[in-house]
């Protein structure tokens, strides 16, 4: 349904179902007047709050998928509208919908926007999520970018990854939180060739599982170690604790359907705030673990 103004010096209206929900912009880039505003555009974040904001937002847009609020397929609302209406950075936005996306709640399409996954559409294979891990046991958790760069890795890791020595690839260096304190120290590494454009900017505002996924790339395998280890300063330091504190030592590789190897993760976890638990019945063995 389109309305034109009587007025024919006047600018068209265009009022399509299209853009009465999104409130985007419309032909020839004019822009269009919202006949509703949407729902989470009404929400408000709390700066007296212990929660980061981008969790608040998490657990916001996680409320409305989960009480049918927004549909699947719906298209959320665009960066600059939620920090207008939310009165926060685009960096935070970002932040909390590369969260959402890690968990799979939704998907970002290149020029379209963002919208609300089909879990029954997730792609088949392993997916890790720390968000998702953290957030199940009721806690928050969070990332702080150490480092990024591009390297060429040592011998040994090249033989874990079975990639030729000289080859680049991403190294990026993360702390991850629980509750606003530091649990892990994870270091990854992956082929600068299977996605040669990132930059620090995405790995901090973006799920790079995500953005793998997008050209190709998916997780379908994967392999993992834990060892028991003592921490040196710098490791000690990072992780708020003292140098000579038993650590896990977590060692991940992750392949491809047709298995290639695409990432190798090595992490040190405390283990005085975690513990590994094995349950082991007729139909096989699970593991989980559980942060004090």
């Given at each position: 349904?389109?309305a034109?103004?009587?007025?024919?010096?006047?600018?068209?209206?265009?009022?399509?179902?299209?853009?009465?929900?999104a409130?985007?912009?419309?032909?020839?880039?004019?822009?269009v007047?919202?006949m509703?505003?949407?729902?989470?555009?009404?929400?408000?974040?709390?700066?007296?709050?212990?929660?980061?904001?981008?969790?608040q937002?998490?657990?916001i847009?996680?409320?409305?998928?989960?009480s049918?609020?927004l549909?699947?397929?719906?298209?959320?609302?665009?960066?600059?509208?939620?920090?207008?209406?939310?009165d926060?950075?685009?960096?935070?936005v970002?932040q909390?919908?590369?969260e959402l996306e890690?968990?799979?709640l939704?998907?970002?399409?290149r020029?379209?926007?963002?919208?609300?996954?089909?879990?029954n559409?997730?792609?088949?294979?392993?997916?890790?999520?720390f968000?998702?891990e953290?957030?199940?046991?009721g806690?928050?958790?969070?990332s702080?970018?150490?480092?990024?760069?591009?390297?060429r890795?040592?011998?040994?890791?090249?033989?874990?990854?079975?990639l030729q020595?000289?080859?680049?690839?991403?190294?990026?260096?993360?702390?991850?939180?629980?509750?606003?304190?530091?649990?892990?120290?994870?270091?990854s590494?992956?082929?600068?060739?299977?996605?040669p454009?990132?930059?620090?900017?995405?790995?901090?505002?973006?799920?790079?599982?995500?953005?793998?996924?997008?050209?190709?790339?998916?997780?379908?395998?994967?392999?993992?170690?834990?060892?028991?280890?003592?921490?040196?300063g710098?490791?000690?330091?990072?992780?708020?604790?003292k140098?000579?504190?038993c650590?896990?030592?977590?060692?991940?590789?992750t392949?491809?359907?047709?298995?290639?190897?695409y990432?190798?993760?090595?992490?040190?976890?405390?283990?005085?705030?975690?513990?590994?638990?094995?349950?082991?019945?007729?139909?096989?063995?699970?593991f989980?673990?559980?942060?004090?």
């Open positions: 349904m389109a034109v103004l009587p007025d024919r010096g006047a600018a068209q209206l265009l009022c399509s179902t299209d853009y009465l929900c409130g985007r912009t419309g032909p020839r880039g004019k822009d007047v919202a509703a505003q949407h729902h989470i555009l009404d929400s408000k974040l709390s700066l007296d709050s212990d929660i980061p904001l981008y969790t937002l998490v657990g847009i996680k409320h409305h998928i989960s049918g609020a549909q699947i397929g719906e298209l959320l609302p665009s960066e600059s509208e939620l920090c207008r209406a939310l926060i950075s685009r960096n935070t970002r909390a919908i590369g890690d968990e799979g939704v998907v970002r399409k020029g379209k926007g963002t919208f609300v996954a089909d879990p559409t997730n792609h088949r294979g392993v997916r890790y999520s968000t998702t953290v957030s199940s046991m806690k928050f958790p969070s702080t970018l150490v480092d990024f760069g591009v390297v890795p040592d011998a040994a890791i090249c033989k874990k990854m079975g020595e000289g080859t680049s690839v991403y190294c990026f260096t993360r702390v991850r939180n629980v509750d606003g304190k530091p649990l892990i120290l994870e270091t590494y992956y082929p600068q060739y299977i996605y454009n990132l930059t620090r900017d995405m790995v901090q505002t973006h799920s790079f599982y995500s953005l793998l996924y997008h050209v190709g790339i998916t997780p379908f395998s994967a392999e993992e170690s834990y060892e028991a280890v003592v921490l040196d710098p490791q000690a330091q990072l992780l708020g604790t140098e000579g504190a650590a896990f030592y977590h060692q991940r590789r392949r491809t359907e047709d298995g290639r190897i990432e190798y993760t090595r992490s040190y976890i405390r283990s005085d705030r975690v513990k590994l638990n094995v349950h082991m019945q007729k139909s096989g063995v699970t989980a673990r559980s942060i004090d």
